[in-house]
């Protein structure tokens, strides 16, 4: 019987028409038995079934060890927009089409991003640790309208942070590689170093690869205006942890907010800060858009399998 891998950490197979008719076809759904982001040995352990011939993925490591040692994967659909936990090269030598979501989760990202700027800005988070101790303290925010804030990158997250921020008044300018002269209301700007000395908020919304470890390091935030915020909701190992740490130990920087981390579930020192907002990975996580993956994680995975031969297309009334 042939099998479809899902190894995200949760998936609603039952209201899933596309994976109810693969199902209803004799294909059988092997689960992350974890709950959690698969690390590279669970994932290889998991692909050396041979029956699995395709796989609706998550954010594991999908490496070149991992996709050789596959026995019989022959497509992987991506729940959701990146594909830098996969090895592209090594796929298309296998003949393994890479699929992904790209326009599903942008605005739930979006709206996560600015919800941690505000909760860092107004110190809620603080604020409710703090009440739910006993200690009745009003603590004193900033306002998002007086704030300039930098996106770096001006993808499709990057550019609806930028339009929800301007219904708040606040500036906006962005750095990203392909940089026209203006973004609609935002300014781009040729230098990453000139938007870190503008910016009061710094907003990560860049793709990770082995290039860019640690993009921010102690250079970077050395460059950031003191007292500012940093905010990451993109990927996680684009952030020197330690580094964000001592900078927000010594004051330089006044607060951040992470919602991706490079070893997750995240256990590090930053969970000692009260100025600091952590989020477990959540940015997809609204349910309209988990919908909206997952259905068009299923469809593109059903087109490859028919494409293939290996199954028959879905026909609704």
Known sequence: ????????????????????????????????????????????????????VGMIAGVEPLSRKVLTSAKSLKVISRCGIGTDSVDLIAAAELDIPVHITPSAPVIAVAELTVSLILSTLRRTSEADHNLRKGNWKPLMGKLLAAQVIGLVGYGRVGKRVGQLIGAFGAQTIAYDLVCDSLFADTICLPSLDELLERSSVITLHIPYSQENHHFVNRDFIHKMQSGSILVNASRGGLIDEEALYEALVSGHLAGAALDTFEEEPYTGKLLSLPQVVLTPHMGSYAKEA??????????????SLVNMGLAKELITS
């Open 290 to 303: 988990r919908i909206q993956m997952e259905q068009e994680a299923a469809q593109n995975l059903l087109d």
């Open 1 to 52: 019987m042939p099998k479809l891998l899902i190894s995200t950490s949760s998936f609603d197979i039952a209201h899933n028409q596309v994976l109810q008719s693969l199902q209803n076809q004799g294909f059988e759904f092997v689960l992350n038995p974890h709950g959690r982001k698969l690390k590279e040995a669970e994932i290889l352990e998991l692909l050396n079934d041979s029956d699995i």
